[in-house]
């Protein structure tokens, strides 16, 4: 770790007791299609202000997350890490920027980033449970909205000019951005750019393991005394990299009449996968993918291997809004969203004294894959008619998706699919009596269109044969599939003021999900997840029937929330393992390549959980100390009352906090506790603490220019921690301690 770094911020951790500013400022929520304030909208939500973003350290969607309550991280590495909202994860939380859906290839492997730009964001907001609905069409988790300005709706008033530096000391990174934004002409102009290179993170030594040595840990302990006494060794973990480029381009005409803009995103990547399943071991008769023999034979194969991915996307969008004013119509809100976005898999021999003939041997035997490319194309284009009078906020919504995804290349386990959507919406606001009622209603008629292949058998002597005619002996049947649904939801939230402390909110809904191209027609290995995945075209849309009540008190600096959810979802869609004992009956010598078979199924599920937060804010000098606890609950079973798999544990917030003027001091700590409700060949994860510091001080020099230091410390105790969450959580532990330094300067 860099010295530079760790002096400022040891300093300032001795002398702070901060953790949470309690900052009370009136939010515009504009993922919400009736543009109401925070204050209005009594449903379940969190607002994260782009200052506290930029503040601190440069890391994935779902860790800059990762402390709000009910809100958590699936990592694999520290580049990704796909957001988590009450135990839903995956195709159940959509991620939207300006209110429209990203469109990239994470929901198609726990190893994709989310293609999202933090750099010089307004806010993101949280909508979790039942009211995400009237934002995003089967969205049974919730959304996390990205708001930025880079197609201003209103004219800038004045020009501004960001410049920012950071520096990591956990994976000796730095990272440097700019921001513009000013009005030339009459239009709008906003530009944003960032570009991060971040080397492979720390981790505590001996925190890295691996499947054979948890496995068989009694089976052989001389052998596994010295796989540990490597691991011990290790103090960083390969293939963690990260490198970012960002760019935003945008402008605006807005006027009385309303505003019209385009914006370019272009995002650009490149990061290790640091670890990644072997298909390759079934040439040597090992009966079960768990076997020690097997395990060090993998290892022994990837041994010198760089595994990367890079990405690349543009997005243009095209957006305005016209205000009609007549009796009627107020206002005409329209978008087009054209996506091109592809990642690429790939496979690299690092040459290292001593290795290189080990890693040309293995490079012409069994590692002469080619790259695999994931793309997603797609079309976007609707509108929202304001029918809102003196009496009620109303609009009509009409969206159509076009979308194109596609997997080419060694390691493709999915044909391309085609799917089509449409949604009609009706949402509506309204004070009835003493309660404020929200509703949402929309239909979606949704059609996915893929195919399943099969290879045709043949006998012995073809496959003896099986060299340079390989493709042609192994011609493959295609099965095609046009899968057609028709979803209808119903969310509806009614709050009240039962006094001046006391606010109650109760929300309920039936939402509907259809299932995901992946789930449909995924057939073949999966390495990033260690399994043989099959999809099932048979199945059915999820329906899932929402509950949630949140108690709010508030008097004289002292606060809380708690709140009690419940979510029943028939035909819960999951990837189920497939057991030995079930491998064993199937009476061939198939062990899979090494990797575990799992099927989507379907099967009622129930997710029942609780969230708390207390605490006071005490005048202390010229500023605010504010003490609070927060802990968070899920627990998920299927119907036969076995668990859902890699299920969220249960956590304890603490924080304390202090503000006074332009200087803000911050201290939690993250209790998570051990996780024993484990699901099929899950294995129990122990708990960890996680203490984190920032200290930011804004200085004022000029007239308007300001400085913002930001030091920020990580992971304090260089605790090792494991996400249970995470498909890898054994090989990829969470980071080190880091300590770090971001400069703002805004002119």
Do not use: C
């Not at 919400?32 to 503040?55: C, F, K, M, R, Y």
Request: proline letters at 2%; zero cysteines.
């Amino acid at each position: 770790m860099n010295p530079r770094i760790y002096a400022p911020v040891l300093v300032s951790a001795l002398l702070s007791v901060n953790a949470l500013a309690n900052v009370l400022e009136e939010v515009i929520v504009t993922s919400s299609l009736i543009d109401q304030t925070l204050s209005d909208i009594e449903n379940p939500l969190h607002v994260v202000s782009g200052d506290d973003i930029s503040a601190t350290a440069s890391q994935s969607l779902g860790e800059s997350l990762d402390g709000l309550l009910g809100v958590s991280s699936a990592d694999y590495g520290s580049g990704v890490g796909q957001p988590i909202i009450r135990g839903m994860s995956g195709n159940r939380v959509k991620i939207l920027n300006n209110g429209m859906v990203v469109r990239d290839v994470a929901g198609i492997g726990a190893d994709h980033v989310n293609d999202v730009d933090l750099n010089n964001i307004q806010q993101i907001e949280i909508v979790r449970g039942p009211s995400s609905l009237l934002y995003a069409n089967g969205t049974i988790g919730g959304i996390i909205n990205i708001v930025d300005s880079t197609i201003a709706r209103e004219d800038f008033t004045e020009s501004e000019l960001k410049l920012g530096l950071e520096a990591q000391s956990v994976n000796d990174g730095d990272s440097h951005n700019l921001s513009y934004q000013n009005n030339l002409g009459g239009l709008n102009f906003s530009l944003a750019y960032k570009d991060s290179q971040f080397d492979n993170f720390d981790v505590p030594t001996g925190a890295i393991l691996h499947g054979e040595d948890h496995d068989d840990e009694h089976e052989d302990e001389h052998e596994g005394e010295h796989e540990d006494e490597h691991e011990e060794e290790v103090g960083f973990l390969s293939n963690s990299d990260f490198e970012n480029n960002a760019l935003r381009l945008g402008v605006s005409k807005a006027g009385d009449w309303g505003y019209f803009g385009v914006s370019v995103n272009s995002v650009e990547s490149i990061y290790g996968i640091p670890f990644h399943g072997d298909d390759h071991g079934d040439e040597h008769g090992e009966e079960h993918e768990g076997e020690e023999h097997e395990g060090e034979e993998h290892g022994d194969e990837h041994e010198g291997e760089r595994i990367f991915s890079t990405t690349d996307s543009e997005v243009v969008n095209v957006e305005g809004a016209y205000i009609v004013s007549n009796s009627w119509l107020k206002k005409v809100n329209y978008f087009i969203r054209d996506t091109d976005y592809s990642l690429t898999e790939q496979h690299a021999e690092e040459e290292h004294e001593g290795e290189e003939h080990e890693g040309e041997e293995h490079g012409d035997e069994e590692h002469a894959e080619g790259p695999t490319v994931f793309s997603n194309e797609s079309r976007e284009y609707g509108a929202i008619f304001d029918l809102s009078n003196d009496d009620l906020l109303q609009k009509i919504s009409l969206n159509f998706v076009d979308e194109d995804m596609s997997i080419v290349g060694e390691e493709a386990f999915m044909n391309p699919t085609a799917s089509e959507e449409m949604t009609l919406g009706y949402y509506l606001s309204k004070q009835v009596d003493s309660f404020h009622l929200d509703l949402g209603i929309r239909h979606d008629r949704t059609s996915r269109k893929g195919s399943v292949s099969h290879e045709e058998e043949h006998d012995e002597h073809e496959e003896e044969q099986h060299d340079e005619h390989e493709e042609e002996q192994h011609e493959e049947e295609m099965d095609y599939f046009s899968n057609d649904y028709n979803a209808t939801s119903f969310a509806m939230s009614l709050s009240k003021d039962l006094n001046e402390n006391f606010d109650l909110n109760i929300t309920a809904g039936m939402v509907e999900r259809t299932p995901s191209a992946v789930e449909l027609f995924m057939n073949g290995p999966h390495l990033a997840t260690g399994r043989l995945e099959i999809g099932n075209t048979d199945l059915e849309s999820e329906k899932s029937a929402n509950f949630d009540a949140t108690l709010s008190y508030e008097y004289e600096g002292v606060f809380g929330t708690f709140t009690l959810f419940k979510n029943d979802v028939d035909n819960y869609i999951y990837l189920q393992d497939e057991t030995e004992e079930a491998h064993e009956e199937h009476d061939d010598e198939d062990d899979h390549g090494g990797l575990i078979k799992a099927n989507y199924l379907q099967q009622d599920a129930q997710f029942v959980g609780y969230e708390l937060q207390l605490g006071t804010v005490i005048e202390l000098g010229d500023g605010d100390l504010t003490l609070s606890f927060g802990r968070d609950s899920v627990a998920g079973e299927f119907r036969d009352d076995s668990n859902i798999p890699r299920m969220t544990p249960d956590r304890n917030i603490y924080g304390i906090s202090y503000a006074k003027n332009s200087l803000e001091l911050k201290l939690d700590l993250k209790d998570v506790e051990s996780q024993r409700d484990i699901g099929s060949n899950e294995t129990v994860t122990s708990g960890f603490s996680m203490l984190n510091f920032s200290a930011v001080k804004t200085f004022t020099f000029g007239q308007k220019q300001t400085a913002t230091v930001s030091l920020f410390a990580k992971n304090l105790l260089d605790e090792v921690a494991r996400n249970h969450s995470s498909f890898v959580k054994d090989e990829v532990p969470l980071p080190g301690r880091n300590l770090g330094i971001k400069v703002q300067l805004s002119l």
